[in-house]
């Protein structure tokens, strides 16, 4: 059963930059498409980046292009996502999800970015 | 970008009646060459990550209940619970694969009368 343990949430004040990693466990990390979504307090989900398994293909929402910058380690099974340049409205939870594709297959427990 | 829109934004059921949750996209998401529909739902009960429960539209992922089914082609898409029980409050959403961004619907809350 595939494992997602995202870390990395902080408080952060606007303007600031965090990193925020997945360690993936229990199948081929090499083998899956990652996404990060993301959920506002009380709000619904939104999905903010993508990256294929061999990183050929990265894709992110408009609103976070230019500040962030999701990739992988292979080696490490793991995912990253660096945030730059945050906004008191990239306050969510943020989600690692995992699937062979677009469509998803598991999600990790998430990790919360307090932009403030 | 394709809008998903759900409805309705929330619903009360009784235990053991039917729910039914409705999902439209503003585009078609059925891809004519091997004919899939990009779509998927998703739970997510109180306090808790989502959880997969369907995808391509109607097929439902290995542990989810039999009670839990998925119909619909094209942009007009179905969840439905057959029999409600405690266990499925929660909000649901409907995601297309389509095309990017990958986008959800608002979700929809279900709770119990």
């Known amino acids: 059963e595939v494992q997602l343990v995202e870390s990395g949430g902080d408080l952060v004040q606007p303007g600031g930059s965090l990193r925020l990693s997945c360690a993936v466990s229990?199948?081929?990390?090499?083998?899956?498409?990652m996404h990060w979504v993301r959920q506002a307090p009380g709000k619904g989900l939104e999905w903010v980046a993508d990256?294929?398994?061999?990183?050929?293909?990265?894709h992110y929402v408009d609103s976070v292009k230019g500040r962030f910058t999701v990739s992988r380690d292979n080696a490490k099974n793991s995912l990253y996502l660096q945030m730059n340049s945050l906004r008191v409205e990239d306050t969510a939870v943020y989600y690692c999800?995992?699937?062979?594709?677009?469509?998803?297959?598991?999600w990790g427990q998430g990790t919360l970015v307090t932009v403030s | 970008d394709i809008v998903m829109t759900q409805s309705p934004d929330s619903l009360a059921v009784s235990l053991g009646e039917r729910a039914t949750i409705k999902c439209r996209s503003s585009q078609n998401i059925l891809y004519r060459s091997n004919y899939k529909n990009y779509l998927s739902w998703h739970q997510q009960r109180p306090g808790q990550p989502p959880r997969l429960l369907i995808k391509?539209?109607?097929a439902r992922e290995s542990g989810v209940p039999d009670r839990f089914s998925g119909s619909g082609s094209g942009t007009d898409f179905t969840l439905t619970i057959s029999s409600v029980q405690a266990e499925d409050v929660a909000v649901y959403y409907c995601?297309?694969?389509?095309?990017?961004?990958?986008?959800f619907g608002q979700g929809t809350r279900l709770e119990i009368k």
């Open positions: 391509w539209a109607s």
């Open positions: 229990g199948f081929t990390f090499s083998s899956l498409w």
């Open positions: 990256i294929k398994q061999d990183r050929s293909e990265i």
């Open positions: 999800v995992s699937g062979p594709g677009w469509d998803f297959d598991n």
């Open positions: 995601q297309q694969y389509y095309s990017g961004p990958i986008t």
